[in-house]
């Protein structure tokens, strides 16, 4: 609240200029007053001589000539005995010096006459002379004095009155003004009082708008604006308070960064993952912070999220963990651990300048015990894997070499036997009876069967160790030519081959060959004795790997024995029906197994068999 | 080691199974071709008797031989000058592509799998007689002239 007459109060220069302007004012009307009261007393001064001089010429000029001075003394005397003509004096003056006079005056000593009229405002008395004449011709002169105080008290109190009125209107107008001035100075004063209390941060203060006036239209839109600005500042403590609320009690942590890596803030559950203090936090860096080992890579962050104007970044890093059990930070002395994702991004303010980096922080120890721990299981697991395969690898390589030598070794006896018994049956045959050489017959017929099943097993022990060549081959032409290779070797036997052109894969040739050998010729045998024999090379459509099907409308077999079929030496026929090694299958198992595919049979018996077999496009790891 | 001097061709047998060696000499008598045969029972001894001065006019080589083995033999035989181009005739119950490879790589001049058949072993004896021994007759007859 200001005071009434603070002198630098608005309400206070305001009346202060409206009284000078009002003095100024009245000063000019009093002045312009006076100058008017002047005329007039001039023109009423210069009104009484003109009447004056003819009557006192009237009066002095027929006595003067005819001289008699007595009779005009009388007369004189009567006139300047009338009050209200305000004549102070007379004196007459003859051509012959003779004077008359009358009134308040001495005759030796006349005052000097004024020289014009204007004197009449500064005299109580007005000196006057002129001449007298009568007829034109100068009789004498007079002169007389003329009171101007009837004027002097016109004007005195003329300006008394206006004096009064002036005093009375600057107070008056004082008055006026000292209410008006209140009245807005108090509204104003209410303005002043709200500003303070804004600034001072109350809001609560609603001005008083009664009224359809400025000043009440000003006092509602300050009301508005203060609720305004007090909603805004609500709104924005709210969302601080949410955002501390947040900030504190959030699942993961989070700590502000400064453009130099100084930790600005940081929330309580990074405190809890790195088990460290809020305020000691506050003095580190996200350098001091980072292992050295992962610095770089939150520096690579820093700049994704500065220059490459990525929106966020993540990585995994390790953070220093200290137990406040132990003294200081201990970061030369290597202390823990903790290992974190951050998440970084950076905060930009208003102008889109870089404030500070946010780095949302979740401990993943738990997370990374357990990729150790699978990870140490999986390594576990391969090198048992390794060990096992190395194994059997070993088992298997001893295996075929003990299979190839063993056949091998088979051989030279086998050959011994045979090529004897021939030879016995050549020159001594026909001197033999005829069991005996049915007897080397047979001797030889066994010695060939068995060195064909050896050289079989060569075969499928070659098959097992040589080494997988896998180039583009043309299954179909392959296939044509060891038809037409089945009938050039089994004459007499007409079977319809049916073979779909175009069926292609990568395999090695020389391996995929002795497969289609194998199946074809063994649809070839088990049909050869049907009324119409066929067989048939075609694909299996829409299979998930690309599968082929050798088929015939053969003897068939028990669909329940289809497993045995591939295991050496497995016959599902009597040998005396359908000759054979009893190796091919599993030759064929054996190539098809290399290729990373699987073969598998469907019989019926009496109707015919099926050989599918599958080769990946890629051999399966 | 068996030498002999004479002007029949001699054909040398690396051989350690004597079942296949009487095989050998039978189907060979069966030629009827007047060779001499002289037949070394191991890899040393196939070395001593091929690297000689007068190397034989046919090689037929096993393999798998005590001592030396075949491969060995083979070598023995291309660094020794005057057998640089007797003909080696690898003669083995192996049938492995990698045997086979090594050795043509190794310089023999022929690769046969011991047939199990007699006949067809006959057959085999035919073909290398009528052609290793034949041609290469004249420069043994040469040799001989030589001598």
Not at chain 1, 20 to 26: N, Q
Not at chain 1, 551 to 571: C, E, I, K, M, Y
Request: contains cysteine.
């Amino acid at each position: 609240m200001t005071l009434p007459f603070n002198h630098r109060s608005l309400r206070f220069r305001l009346l202060l200029a409206s009284t000078l302007v009002e003095v100024v004012m009245l000063a000019l009307l009093l002045a312009n007053t006076v100058r008017l009261i002047n005329e007039a007393m001039l023109t009423s001064a210069d009104n009484a001589v003109e009447q004056m001089v003819p009557t006192l010429n009237v009066i002095a000029a027929t006595n003067l000539v005819t001289g008699d001075l007595a009779t005009l003394q009388d007369n004189l005397n009567a006139i300047v005995g009338k009050r209200d003509q305000g004549l102070s004096y007379v004196v007459i003056d003859d051509l012959d010096g003779e004077r008359v006079l009358a009134g308040n005056v001495k005759a030796d000593a006349l005052p000097k006459p004024h020289p014009d009229l204007s004197a009449a405002l500064s005299v109580s008395i007005l000196h006057v002379a002129r001449p007298i004449t009568l007829g034109g011709q100068l009789v004498g002169t007079m002169q007389f004095g003329l009171s101007t105080a009837v004027i002097a008290r016109a004007k005195a109190d003329l300006l008394r009155q206006g004096a009064i009125i002036a005093a009375i209107e600057i107070v008056l107008t004082f008055a006026l003004l000292s209410v008006v001035g209140y009245w807005l100075t108090s509204h104003l004063e209410a303005f002043v009082e709200g500003s303070q209390a804004v600034a001072q941060g109350r809001f609560d203060l609603v001005l008083p708008s009664k009224g359809e006036d400025e000043v009440a239209q000003l006092a509602t839109n300050f009301n508005a604006m203060t609720a305004a600005v007090r909603s805004r500042i609500d709104a924005l403590a709210r969302s601080e308070a949410e955002f501390r609320t947040l900030f504190e009690q959030a699942a993961v942590g989070i700590v502000h960064f400064a453009l130099d890596h100084q930790v600005i803030r940081a929330n309580t559950k990074l405190a809890e993952i790195l088990d460290l203090t809020r305020e000691e936090l506050r003095t580190l860096s996200w350098e001091t912070l980072s292992s050295p080992e992962d610095w770089p890579a939150a520096q690579e962050a820093c700049a994704a999220l500065l220059t490459a104007g990525k929106a966020s970044v993540e990585f995994e890093a390790r953070w220093r963990k200290e137990s406040r059990t132990v003294t200081g930070y201990a970061r030369d002395k290597g202390g823990a651990f903790a290992w974190v994702r951050v998440t970084a991004s950076l905060h930009r303010d208003a102008n889109g300048s870089p404030s500070y980096y946010i780095a949302v922080v979740q401990d993943i120890a738990a997370e990374k015990a357990a990729q150790a721990e699978v990870a140490h299981y999986r390594q576990h697991l391969e090198d048992l894997v390794d060990a096992r395969t190395h194994d059997l690898e070993a088992a298997n390589r001893e295996l075929e070499a003990f299979s190839y030598s063993v056949s091998h070794d088979l051989r030279a006896p086998v050959r011994t036997i045979g090529s004897f018994s021939a030879i016995l049956k050549k020159d001594v045959g026909k001197k033999l009876d005829e069991e005996s050489q049915d007897f080397l017959d047979r001797i030889n017929r066994s010695a060939t069967r068995m060195a064909q099943m050896i050289d079989a097993l060569l075969e499928l022990s070659r098959v097992g160790r040589a080494e997988l060549r896998r180039e583009p081959c043309d299954l179909s032409v392959i296939a044509l030519e060891m038809c037409d290779e089945l009938k050039q070797v089994r004459k007499g036997q007409e079977v319809e081959c049916v073979i779909e052109p175009g069926l292609k894969t990568v395999a090695d040739p020389r391996l995929i060959a002795l497969v289609l050998q194998n199946l074809l010729g063994n649809a070839w045998k088990f049909s050869s004795r049907q009324p119409k024999p066929k067989i048939e090379f075609t694909h299996l459509p829409k299979a998930v790997k690309p599968t082929f099907l050798v088929r015939d409308n053969g003897v068939g077999f028990d669909g329940t024995h289809s497993g045995r079929l591939f295991a050496p030496f497995q016959r599902l026929h009597a040998e005396s029906a359908f000759e054979g090694t009893g190796i091919g299958l599993a030759t064929v198992q054996r190539i098809i197994q290399r290729h990373g595919g699987r073969v598998w049979a469907e019989g019926v018996p009496g109707k015919g068999a099926t050989f599918y077999f599958e080769i990946p496009a890629e051999k399966a790891p | 080691m068996n030498s002999t001097v004479s002007k029949q061709p001699v054909i040398l047998l690396v051989e350690d199974n004597p079942d296949d060696e009487m095989l050998a000499r039978r189907a060979f008598r069966a030629e009827s071709r007047d060779h001499s045969m002289t037949v070394a029972r191991d890899g040393n001894d196939a070395i001593l008797c091929a690297t000689t001065e007068k190397p034989p006019a046919l090689v037929l080589l096993d393999l798998n031989l005590p001592g030396a083995d075949g491969f060995a033999v083979l070598e023995a035989i291309r660094r020794h000058p005057p057998a640089a181009t007797t003909p080696v005739v690898v003669l083995t119950s192996s049938a492995d592509a990698k045997d086979i490879t090594r050795a043509y790589e190794l310089g023999a001049n022929s690769y046969i799998t011991k047939p199990i058949d007699y006949e067809e072993f006959m057959q085999v004896v035919h073909r290398l007689s009528e052609y290793w021994l034949d041609l290469n007759r004249d420069g043994e007859e040469c040799a001989d002239g030589a001598q």
